[in-house]
């Protein structure tokens, strides 16, 4: 495995007085009052879809889960997000892109 397919997809934006954040390798998303708490509640919510979708009780399902991409749109947002953002300074308004890494438990601690 490629360490980039170890590397989620994501991007967050402000609407209002909110902010919205994307995972698009796994078509999930969560908003808070502000990118960090956003980004809290998307980083439980990718842990916890990954958790169940590798060792809970969704395990049969694990190709579909770990294959489910978000629409088309989405992701030439993202990539229209990327583009202004490697044009211009980030400010607090503007887009934010990052990568969020899938977390990794070490075999000693899988369940059998």
């Not at 902010?19 to 998307?42: N, P, T």
Request: glycine share 2%; with cysteine; hydrophobic share 40%.
């Amino acid at each position: 495995m490629k360490p980039n397919n170890l590397l989620l997809h994501c991007y967050a934006e402000k609407s209002g007085e909110q902010w919205q954040v994307f995972c698009l390798d796994l078509s999930l998303a969560a908003q808070g009052d502000s990118f960090k708490e956003a980004r809290i509640k998307l980083d439980s919510m990718v842990e916890s879809y990954l958790q169940d979708a590798l060792v809970g009780e969704d395990k049969e399902y694990a190709d579909q889960l770990l294959n489910r991409k978000a629409p088309l749109r989405q992701w030439i947002k993202y990539y229209f997000f990327r583009l202004i953002f490697l044009i211009f300074s980030t400010k607090n308004r503007l887009p934010r892109l990052f990568k969020e890494a899938i977390p990794m438990v070490p075999c000693s601690h899988r369940h059998a």
